[in-house]
Structure formats: C-alpha cells, structure tokens
Nanobody, 127 residues
Framework: QVQLVESGGGLVQPGGSLRLSCAAS????????MSWYRQAPGKERELVAD????????NYADSVKGRFTMSRDNAKNTVYLQMNSLKPEDTAVYFC????????????????????WGQGTQVTVSS
C-alpha cells in the first residue's frame, strides 16, 4: 500500500523558511519520480517542483525558482522541499506526489504507475 506522509508545514512570517518532508512507503521509492504540488484556496492546483527517480537537478515553477529547493534521499525514502524567502502568496496546502514514469524522449514520458498523492500539509505565510 502506497503511503506518502508530508510534514513540516506551519505558520511562518514573510521572508521566513520552512522545510517540508515527505516520507514514502509501500513502493520502491528509488524508481519513482517525485513532485510537490500546492493548492491555495480558490485556486487551481499548481506544480511546484519535480525531480526524477535518479535525483539530480529538480525543475521548478517560475514562481518559486531561486527560493525553493527540492531534494530526495533514496536511502531514507524521503523527499524534501526547502522553502526560503517565503511570501504570502506561497500560502497553500502542499502535496507530495509519486509517479513511476517511462521516458520516450529527454523530457516526454508516460505514467506507468500512479500518480499517488499524500494528504497534504498546510503552509501559511502571514505576519
């Protein structure tokens, strides 16, 4: 049974930092791409950051580039999202997502298994 458990959310002042974690179980973590999504009240869900199964460089939404850093530790079955210089517009529920992908080009793929979603963790940026 796939489980993704996010933690680390909370209330922080503008300009502050938070580190989200997502602990994975029930699947072979090192073979899944991982993503962070967020959804603010009244807004559509937004892809924040994405990292392949092998790790390395992550891809980021323009709105968080230079402020957020995504990483993964395959030995610990955990993915992280370090969020710095937080802004009120970063307020949202943040979700961890796992997906097994098959790539047919350098940037195009189809889903083999998943995506599987965590329950989310609330991040509120406010003074």
């Amino acid at each position: 049974q796939v489980q993704l458990v996010e933690s680390g959310g909370g209330l922080v002042q503008p300009g502050g930092s938070l580190r989200l974690s997502c602990a994975a179980s029930g699947f072979t973590f090192s073979t899944y791409a991982m993503s962070w999504y967020r959804q603010a009240p009244g807004k559509e869900r937004e892809l924040v950051a994405d990292i392949t199964s092998a790790g390395g460089s992550a891809n980021y939404a323009d709105s968080v580039k230079g402020r957020f850093t995504m990483s993964r530790d395959n030995a610990k079955n955990t993915v992280y999202l370090q969020m710095n210089s937080l802004k009120p517009e970063d307020t949202a529920v943040y979700f961890c997502v796992a997906e097994m992908r098959a790539y047919y080009s350098s940037s195009n793929y189809y889903s083999v298994r998943g995506p599987f979603w965590g329950q989310g963790t609330q991040v509120t940026v406010s003074s």
